[in-house]
């Protein structure tokens, strides 16, 4: 069955400090991957998505994750993290190159940053 | 382009009682996905239309259901409500094309609450 792991339920990082957030995802091929962000009351934003080719994608607001195959992972990273960046992150997975749309998500991350 | 607009964001039931959600998705896009975020447990996929046809379901029972019109504006409806059905729905809007390297945008939610 699909599946994606998110293993920390609360991070919390110090204003400036750099951060990653692990996903580990169990799928029968390989995925198309997303990490999502929510703010309090809010929809989920995206950060980044990963297709194919280069393993290391780049997103919105600094944030950059790294696909490995082998690991079966797509952490997200940023280098110096900002108090806005206090929210829940949530990774996904879909099928690929399908045109179905259903997603499968972590139970999510949440960011906590401290002065 | 406007992004996914969902109405009402707020809405307060009883037992018993069925609701209706609305969702426009993004000029274009031919898919809507809907989703229920719980805090047991996250976010759950319910079903996905495409060109007015429900195209993939999620586990949950008859009592949610949804239809698309034909500018690709989506409905779900929830008959005879339970408690446990207070959540934030989600809809999020696609190309919904095979092929392509789709991905999903989000709305801000309707926040349901059942008492």
């Known amino acids: 069955a699909q599946s994606v792991t998110q293993p920390d339920i609360h991070i919390t990082v110090s204003e400036g400090a750099s951060l990653e957030l692990r996903c580990n995802y169990s799928?029968?091929?390989?995925?198309?991957l997303f990490w999502y962000v929510q703010s309090p009351g809010q929809g989920l934003q995206l950060l980044l998505k990963?297709?194919?080719?280069?393993?290391l994608v780049q997103g919105i607001k600094g944030f950059e994750a790294e696909f490995k195959r082998s690991q079966s992972s797509f952490n997200l990273r940023k280098p110096s993290v900002h108090w806005s960046d206090a929210a829940e992150y949530f990774c996904?997975?879909?099928?690929?190159?399908?045109?179905?749309?259903?997603?499968?998500f972590g139970t999510g991350t949440r960011l906590l940053v401290s002065p | 382009k406007a992004g996914v607009t969902q109405t009402p964001r707020y809405l307060i039931k009883t037992r018993g009682q069925q609701v209706t959600l609305s969702c426009s998705p993004i000029?274009?896009?031919?898919?809507v996905s809907w989703y229920q975020q719980t805090p047991g447990q996250g976010l759950q996929f319910l079903f996905e239309?495409?060109?007015?046809?429900?195209?993939n379901k999620g586990n949950f029972p008859g009592r949610f259901s949804g239809r698309q019109f034909s500018n690709s504006r989506s409905e779900m409806n929830v008959s005879t409500l339970e408690l446990g059905d207070s959540a934030l729905y989600l809809c999020a809007s696609s190309l919904g094309l095979a092929g392509t390297r789709d991905t999903q945008y989000f709305g801000p939610g309707t926040r349901l609450t059942v008492l």
């Open positions: 990963y297709f194919s080719g280069d393993t």
């Open positions: 239309y495409f060109s007015e046809t429900q195209r």
């Open positions: 799928y029968g091929a390989t995925p198309y």
């Open positions: 000029s274009g896009h031919r898919s």
């Open positions: 996904a997975v879909g099928p690929m190159n399908t045109g179905f749309q259903k997603l499968v």
